[in-house]
């Protein structure tokens, strides 16, 4: 039995914002490609990016891995180039905030040179200079489900669904705007 956020909806959501924008030229830095959620966070990428005529550039796509300290060469490499991406899908917030940092370093402001945009709403999204736009998981209730799910089970009861999937839902702060 599992309890996860709709990871592929809202990664469609993430780049159907920044393509509602007006930004075209979109990475995406991406979580451990062993991980399921990491994979249909991509699909999402993909899926946002076709959906909107947009053809995907796989060399502006990096693995990130999901913790700041491997996304940092990975985001350096999207941004330190002549041809770099407008905005910045990163699979989670921590490699996000870690491409905002890099972009400071190159001397890039966010959102006017590049727009960032995270997933997983942590409490250090809301912290940096320059707050990040992200998409937030139910957290909490994906907590609680998992909790009565085990509950259930401990009694002896049968589960009504082995796998609950939650939405998610876009949160706009500072991070992102139409490109220049």
């Known amino acids: 039995p599992s309890v ?10 993430a780049v159907d914002h920044l393509l509602g924008l007006g930004h075209r030229r979109i990475g995406f ?4 490609p062993d991980l399921l959620s990491a994979q249909r966070r991509e699909q999402g990428y993909r899926r946002a990016l076709a959906a909107a005529g947009v053809a ?17 060469g990975p985001a350096r490499e999207l941004l330190d180039r002549p041809d770099r991406p407008t905005a910045v899908f990163a699979a989670n917030d921590l ?3 870690k491409t905002m940092e890099v972009a400071a370093e190159l001397g890039l402001s966010v959102p006017g040179d590049l727009s ?3 997933f997983d709403d942590v409490p250090e999204a809301s ?9 937030a998981q139910p957290l909490r209730r994906m907590g609680e489900q998992a909790m009565e799910m085990l509950l259930a089970l401990l009694r002896g009861e049968e589960l009504a669904a082995r796998h609950l999937t939650l939405a998610t839902h876009l949160v706009v702060r500072s991070s992102t705007a139409a490109p220049r």
């Open 29 to 32: 830095l991406a979580g451990r």
């Open 127 to 135: 912290r940096p200079a320059t707050p990040l736009t992200t998409i």
């Open 4 to 13: 996860d956020s709709d990871n592929l909806a809202g990664a469609q959501q």
């Open 95 to 97: 490699t996000a905030i």
């Open 116 to 118: 960032v945009i995270g």
């Open 56 to 72: 995907v550039d796989d060399s502006i796509l990096r693995v990130g891995g999901f913790r700041a300290e491997t996304a940092a």
